[in-house]
């Protein structure tokens, strides 16, 4: 048996209804009717109508047109009368398997009649009580939409006080004399017409009625005037609903509307609550200022006792709402096609609910089931049909109808008897793609009766079967919940039943998924500047990406707007680019997308609206309005004054306060015209400034401060200069500003003298004695007085040059380069100024054997002195001194000239060592004697020690020369061999420094590069043949084994006795292992040299390459060895110490013992 499956069109089947129109159509009379029915079957059906129960006879109606091919009709209603075509029409297909029937469909036409003559009386209402205006829509169908406006169209306010209700009226909880007016209108919006029809205006007066005259009163006629209770206040009460309790009925899947309008004065607040439960917040809202409360797609749960609360400070009013829901008959479970093989067995059931419970009939081919021709293979139980052992030839379509009073369900179901091979409808080698970890699904839709089995296979060999990853479903589809790459490739599914079996081939491509790898982050920017967002990502490389950059959710503004592949940039940023950008990474599978904020900021605004109050002589508050932060919080106001009395034009820094402030107390000074300007700073700096505010005028005072920085000081003998820092016009807080300049002789019984000065800094006192103390007062005052008493300033008149030179000079000599001079200090009274320190004079005049003079030294000693060293002589010298005395005006006289003499000293070192003419075992030495003998030259020290392959230093040998000595030619050297020289000279006080060299021996002096040709070499020839013979011997040895048919297995035996004094060559880098010579002292064997002629060390960083300019030596075209040698050196090296990079392998025996 196959249930609810597609029967392919090519095979017979009964019809099945696609298309019908709804069970109510509600046509408009300016259109044509159009009354939809449509089906398919094999063979295709044929169509046919009854209306209100009778055969429909289209063709006699020349209004009416069936659609070819197609049950649906078009009636032209034009230059007829609608109303004819109303009524309830049903459609029927049918074919030889079976006829199916469409739902009955109710036609009825839009009405939209004329509201009905009516005078509206004026009504006058007594302000504080309630009011309804009644607006009692003509009937439509559909029903009207209905609003209240005034003769200019425009809407009337509604609020908690004035309430439309849902059948149109306008209520009002209280009036007010504002809802005085004369146009209450209630317009009806009839939708299927698009007309609106209006009622007469309503025209409400509200009166206050302790003021109303009694005559006026009596004008009004009594029934048209509500006079209602005082218009004082009063508890709430309900206008609608009205009564203690009310009902309401909703169908299940409507939604519940419920509304209490309550009177009372305030305007009462409402609430809402179900007894024995809570409301259904997910599906519940309110509306009309909570006087409306709605419950959306109402289930058998939503029923019960709903109650709504008035209240107002007064008291409380409820009212209780009972809601039954009942319902329509609707599906739990509808009739389903059944497709079934000869002899086998199905069911139909049709399972509705409904309050209350509906009843079900059945039908079959439109025919109910008491009248149809019995069918013994047929069994009816309520809801279910069972169909036994059926037959070819006994396909039907079975109606199943359920109803109630509320309404009906009418559902069709074919039975089809096939026989039929199974067929897979999903295309062959269908290629689905999905993302890795997502559910894939393979379709292997297919047909047959009996119904096919569907088996899976991976790849054509492996059996897929149910369970983890893989589930089959019942239709034949392959789910994949986590598709990994692993479950990619070919996927065959195959259809069987008794008739036959069919194949199908799909392919599963599991891809990589797309992410973002750097989201955009979140930029704060300022104004005019640029935006940068990057957004780099990661997708299947098989995959086509597509980037798009969204602004809040939409597309990007033309413009500034720059996309790159992996960035956004936003440039010339204004205010109106502000907002949330996201990158979406699209691919034909899935997307990933990000979204960061960008915030414009600048700096803020400028302050508005300033403002001086609390205004006094020496303090005001000033007041602003601060401007825009434009996105970047305010940090502080910057105050700033102009003195547009003294510094006009010039704005002075005068206080700050925190940015969220808006005020300021300003401190003032006396006699100055103030005008304030405000800065606010933020992250971004600060505003332009605000525009000053008004001018403030502080009355003039006495000075608050006297001058500054007073100084007193002699410039030149017999005069004292009295210097201070002059008042700003801001600080003499009044006009005619001067100086009081007072002073008088420190430690005296005199009185102050004094002298006023007007515009000036300094005052000059002439005629005082030499350097001494006098006391100074500088006093600020004005028109309006004195300043604060002034403080003392101690000052000194003008020195002189000292009158004496210091005596009894003495010096002490500790060493050759130093001395101790003692002398004894000047009296007080004849420095005649301040007292700076001595001046100690002393040159060398000759060395003891030379005549060469140096340029004078000074050393000065701060302050009371008596001794003093003096560092840095030269050994073996004679000095002459003198001593002055200093002050700031000079230097005293010149005290009696000393001579001493320093005693000898170790020398310098050699000028220079150079070594020359180098052979096989000798080379020169020649140098010069030290710049500084520092005494009596002794001689000189020489050292020496050669340096082996390994930078090994050998034995010292130690030579001593005489001093007129410079020149040694050392013989009994190694050749091919670094020595290194260590020279000193001596006097009777010991060694001066050192000085070394280093030089090989044999040095090829006939090449410009110094580089020694070995080809030419005796020893190279020798070894060179030595070699040609070993390997001659080596040959015959190896060619007498061979010819007695033994086999020199050289790899295995290499293999299974590594010899230890043989290391193979390091394959990572080409060198050759390292030397061993543990066996019989052998030094030639392990020994390699590579094709270039270099002989390279791994173990000792100090090689003789380190000495060299380079590391590589080579041979020339003529066989000779290139390479140079360069030792290093202590001082300045010098070109005869150049050798071969690299001696001959014999060197490698000359190593030291």
């Known amino acids: 048996?196959?249930?609810?499956?597609?029967?392919?069109?090519?095979?017979?089947?009964?019809?099945?209804?696609?298309?019908?129109?709804?069970?109510?159509?509600?046509?408009?009379?300016?259109?044509?009717?159009?009354?939809?029915?449509?089906?398919?079957?094999?063979?295709?059906?044929?169509?046919?109508?009854?209306?209100?129960?009778?055969?429909?006879?289209?063709?006699?109606?020349?209004?009416?047109?069936?659609?070819?091919?197609?049950?649906?009709?078009?009636?032209?209603?034009?230059?007829?009368?609608?109303?004819?075509?109303?009524?309830?029409?049903?459609?029927?297909?049918?074919?030889?398997?079976?006829?199916?029937?469409?739902?009955?469909?109710?036609?009825?036409?839009?009405?939209?009649?004329?509201?009905?003559?009516?005078?509206?009386?004026?009504?006058?209402?007594?302000?504080?009580?309630?009011?309804?205006?009644?607006?009692?829509?003509?009937?439509?169908?559909?029903?009207?939409?209905?609003?209240?406006?005034?003769?200019?169209?425009?809407?009337?306010?509604?609020?908690?006080?004035?309430?439309?209700?849902?059948?149109?009226?306008?209520?009002?909880?209280?009036?007010?004399?504002?809802?005085?007016?004369?146009?209450?209108?209630?317009?009806?919006?009839?939708?299927?017409?698009?007309?609106?029809?209006?009622?007469?205006?309503?025209?409400?007066?509200?009166?206050?009625?302790?003021?109303?005259?009694?005559?006026?009163?009596?004008?009004?006629?009594?029934?048209?005037?509500?006079?209602?209770?005082?218009?004082?206040?009063?508890?709430?009460?309900?206008?609608?609903?009205?009564?203690?309790?009310?009902?309401?009925?909703?169908?299940?899947?409507?939604?519940?509307?419920?509304?209490?309008?309550?009177?009372?004065?305030?305007?009462?607040?409402?609430?809402?609550?179900?007894?024995?439960?809570?409301?259904?917040?997910?599906?519940?809202?309110?509306?009309n200022f909570r006087k409306t409360l709605k419950v959306s797609d109402v289930n058998e749960d939503d029923g019960g006792d709903y109650r709504c609360t008035a209240t107002n400070h007064l008291g409380t009013a409820r009212h209780v709402i009972k809601v039954t829901v009942k319902a329509a008959p609707f599906w739990v479970s509808a009739p389903r096609n059944l497709i079934l093989a000869p002899n086998e067995t199905g069911i139909l059931t049709c399972r509705v609910n409904g309050e209350p419970k509906p009843e079900i009939r059945w039908f079959v081919n439109g025919v109910s089931l008491e009248n149809a021709p019995e069918d013994h293979s047929r069994k009816v139980d309520d809801d279910t049909v069972i169909l036994s052992n059926v037959q070819t030839g006994s396909s039907a379509v079975y109606q199943c109808n359920a109803s109630n009073e509320f309404g009906y369900l009418m559902a069709n179901a074919f039975v089809n008897v096939l026989a039929e091979a199974p067929r897979v409808l999903t295309p062959p080698n269908r290629v689905y793609q999905v993302i890795t970890n997502n559910p894939a699904l393979l379709h292997c839709a297919s047909f047959g009766s009996p119904i096919p089995t569907?088996?899976?296979?991976?790849?054509?060999?492996?059996?897929?079967?149910?369970?983890?990853?893989?589930?089959?479903?019942?239709?034949?589809?392959?789910?994949?919940?986590?598709?990994?790459?692993?479950?990619?490739?070919?996927?065959?599914?195959?259809?069987?039943?008794?008739?036959?079996?069919?194949?199908?081939?799909?392919?599963?491509?599991?891809?990589?998924p797309t992410r973002i790898l750097r989201q955009p982050e979140y930029k704060v920017v300022q104004r005019g500047m640029s935006a940068v967002f990057e957004c780099k990502v990661k997708h299947d490389p098989s995959l086509i990406p597509t980037m798009t950059w969204l602004k809040d959710d939409g597309e990007l503004p033309n413009g500034r707007f720059e996309v790159n592949v992996d960035s956004l940039t936003i440039k010339d940023v204004t205010d109106g680019d502000e907002g949330t950008y996201t990158c979406i990474m699209n691919t034909t599978l899935?997307?990933?997308?990000?979204?960061?904020?960008?915030?414009?900021?600048?700096?803020?605004?400028?302050?508005?609206?300033?403002?001086?109050?609390?205004?006094?002589?020496?303090?005001?508050?000033?007041?602003?309005?601060?401007?825009?932060?434009?996105?970047?919080?305010?940090?502080?106001?910057?105050?700033?004054?102009?003195?547009?009395?003294?510094?006009?034009?010039?704005?002075?820094?005068?206080?700050?306060?925190?940015?969220?402030?808006?005020?300021?107390?300003?401190?003032?000074?006396?006699?100055?015209?103030?005008?304030?300007?405000?800065?606010?700073?933020?992250?971004?700096?600060?505003?332009?400034?605000?525009?000053?505010?008004?001018?403030?005028?502080?009355?003039?005072?006495?000075?608050?401060?006297?001058?500054?920085?007073?100084?007193?000081?002699?410039?030149?003998?017999?005069?004292?200069?009295?210097?201070?820092?002059?008042?700003?016009?801001?600080?003499?807080?009044?006009?005619?500003?001067?100086?009081?300049?007072?002073?008088?002789?420190?430690?005296t019984d005199e009185d102050w003298s004094s002298k006023n000065v007007a515009n000036a800094s300094q005052f000059v006192v002439s005629g005082t004695p030499i350097y001494v103390p006098y006391e100074v007062k500088v006093h600020a005052l004005n028109d309006y007085g004195n300043g604060p008493e002034p403080g003392v300033v101690i000052g000194y008149s003008g020195e002189d040059l000292p009158l004496s030179a210091p005596e009894n000079v003495q010096i002490m000599v500790h060493n050759s380069t130093l001395a101790e001079v003692h002398w004894e200090p000047v009296s007080f009274p004849s420095v005649r100024g301040q007292l700076q320190g001595y001046k100690v004079y002393y040159q060398r005049e000759r060395g003891v054997h030379d005549t060469e003079d140096t340029e004078q030294q000074v050393l000065t000693f701060s302050g009371n002195r008596s001794e003093g060293r003096l560092p840095g002589l030269q050994p073996y010298s004679l000095y002459n001194l003198t001593i002055r005395v200093l002050n700031n005006k000079g230097e005293g006289p010149s005290s009696p000239s000393k001579t001493f003499k320093t005693p000898e000293g170790v020398p310098g070192p050699p000028s220079f060592l150079n070594a020359i003419n180098p052979n096989l075992d000798s080379l020169t030495l020649e140098w010069g004697p030290p710049m500084n003998n520092n005494g009596r030259l002794a001689g000189y020290t020489l050292k020496y020690q050669p340096v082996n392959n390994t930078n090994e230093l050998g034995p010292v040998k130690v030579m001593t020369f005489l001093a007129n000595e410079t020149t040694i030619t050392l013989g009994n050297l190694n050749s091919s061999m670094l020595y290194k020289f260590y020279l000193s000279a001596n006097t009777i006080k010991g060694s001066g420094p050192i000085i070394t060299e280093e030089a090989f021996t044999v040095m090829d002096t006939t090449v410009p590069s110094r580089q020694v040709d070995i080809a030419t070499q005796g020893w190279f020839i020798g070894l060179m043949c030595a070699i040609a013979l070993l390997i001659l011997v080596l040959l015959i040895v190896c060619f007498i084994k061979r010819n007695k048919g033994g086999k020199y297995p050289v790899k295995e035996k290499e293999d299974a006795h590594q010899d230890p004094e043989i290391q193979p060559m390091k394959e990572d880098d080409g060198t050759f292992g390292e030397y061993s010579d543990t066996e019989d002292h052998k030094p030639l064997k392990g020994s390699r040299t590579p094709s270039n002629g270099t002989v390279r060390r791994d173990e000792s960083d100090d090689s003789l390459v380190d000495y060299g300019e380079g590391g590589d030596g080579q041979f020339n075209e003529d066989g000779s060895f290139i390479g140079q040698y360069s030792g290093k050196k202590e001082k300045d090296t010098h070109e005869g110490n150049e050798s071969s990079e690299a001696p001959s392998p014999v060197n490698a025996m000359n190593s030291f013992v």
């Open 1 to 287: 048996m196959t249930s609810a499956l597609e029967v392919p069109l090519d095979l017979p089947q009964p019809p099945t209804i696609t298309l019908q129109s709804p069970k109510d159509y509600i046509f408009d009379p300016r259109e044509n009717i159009v009354i939809h029915c449509e089906a398919k079957g094999k063979p295709h059906p044929s169509f046919s109508w009854t209306r209100n129960g009778t055969h429909f006879d289209v063709e006699k109606d020349s209004k009416v047109l069936m659609k070819p091919g197609s049950g649906t009709l078009v009636i032209d209603i034009s230059g007829e009368k609608a109303e004819a075509y109303e009524g309830t029409y049903q459609c029927t297909a049918h074919n030889e398997h079976g006829t199916a029937v469409s739902n009955s469909i109710v036609i009825r036409q839009s009405r939209s009649p004329l509201w009905s003559k009516e005078r509206n009386e004026a009504i006058v209402v007594q302000m504080g009580v309630s009011l309804v205006l009644q607006c009692r829509p003509p009937a439509g169908l559909p029903p009207p939409v209905i609003f209240w406006m005034d003769n200019n169209f425009q809407r009337l306010p509604l609020d908690k006080r004035v309430s439309q209700v849902l059948n149109g009226d306008l209520y009002f909880s209280n009036v007010l004399p504002e809802d005085t007016r004369s146009d209450y209108i209630c317009y009806a919006r009839f939708p299927h017409t698009q007309t609106i029809q209006q009622k007469q205006p309503i025209s409400v007066t509200v009166l206050d009625m302790e003021t109303m005259n009694e005559t006026v009163a009596a004008l009004y006629n009594v029934t048209d005037f509500y006079s209602g209770d005082p218009e004082g206040e009063r508890r709430p009460g309900f206008m609608m609903p009205l009564g203690a309790t009310s009902t309401k009925m909703v169908l299940r899947g409507e939604t519940l509307e419920l509304e209490c309008i309550a009177d009372g004065l305030p305007t009462p607040e409402i609430s809402w609550e179900k007894d024995g439960g809570e409301l259904p917040s997910s599906r519940m809202s309110f509306s």
């Open 454 to 512: 569907i088996t899976w296979f991976k790849d054509s060999q492996t059996s897929v079967k149910n369970g983890d990853p893989y589930v089959i479903h019942e239709n034949g589809t392959l789910d994949i919940h986590v598709a990994q790459p692993i479950n990619s490739g070919k996927y065959t599914c195959i259809a069987t039943n008794n008739l036959g079996i069919k194949e199908n081939h799909v392919y599963l491509e599991v891809k990589e």
């Open 590 to 747: 899935d997307q990933d997308s990000a979204s960061a904020m960008l915030t414009v900021v600048e700096k803020p605004d400028p302050a508005t609206d300033l403002e001086l109050t609390d205004q006094t002589d020496r303090s005001v508050q000033l007041t602003w309005i601060p401007g825009d932060e434009n996105n970047s919080p305010t940090q502080k106001f910057l105050i700033q004054y102009e003195d547009l009395l003294h510094q006009p034009g010039v704005w002075i820094n005068l206080t700050e306060v925190a940015g969220t402030s808006t005020t300021a107390q300003l401190n003032l000074s006396p006699y100055v015209y103030y005008s304030f300007r405000v800065l606010a700073l933020n992250n971004v700096g600060y505003s332009q400034p605000s525009q000053p505010s008004s001018q403030y005028r502080t009355n003039p005072a006495a000075p608050d401060q006297n001058p500054s920085d007073v100084q007193c000081v002699g410039t030149k003998p017999g005069n004292l200069v009295i210097s201070w820092t002059p008042l700003t016009g801001f600080q003499a807080n009044g006009p005619s500003l001067e100086y009081n300049v007072l002073w008088r002789q420190k430690d």
